[in-house]
């Protein structure tokens, strides 16, 4: 059975860093791509950014372009999400979320999710 555990969110001040850690378990996700979405009150859950199981391949949503960077450790079977100069506006549950193959944006692609951790940015 596939279990993601994300961690690191927290309360930060605008232009503050936090990093998020997803650990998946349950299966090998050598051929899986990984992906952080967040979802604010109200508001539809939305893709940030994914990172493939091929060498270099990374997508961002452009509002957290040069802000964010996705990374995996393939050993440990974990993504992480550096957020950098983070605005009130990044304010959200974030979700780790895994599917097998390319990067895709819409949250319909991905099988398997986490619980989410909460980002609160202060002004």
């Known amino acids: 059975q596939v279990h993601l555990l994300e961690s690191g969110g927290g309360l930060v001040q605008a232009g503050g860093s936090l990093r998020l850690s997803c650990a998946a378990s349950?299966?090998?996700?050598?051929?899986?791509?990984m992906a952080w979405f967040h979802q604010a009150p109200g508001k539809e859950r939305e893709f940030v950014a994914a990172v493939s199981w091929l060498p270099g391949i990374t997508a961002y949503a452009d509002s957290v372009k040069g802000r964010f960077t996705i990374s995996r450790d393939n050993a440990k079977n974990t993504v992480y999400l550096q957020m950098n100069s983070l605005k009130p506006a990044d304010t959200a549950v974030y979700y780790c979320?895994?599917?097998?193959?390319?990067?895709?944006?819409?949250?319909?692609?991905?099988?398997?999710w986490g619980q989410g951790t909460q980002v609160t940015v202060s002004s």
């Open positions: 979320a895994v599917r097998p193959g390319g990067v895709m944006y819409n949250r319909g692609d991905y099988d398997y």
């Open positions: 349950g299966r090998s996700f050598s051929s899986y791509t």
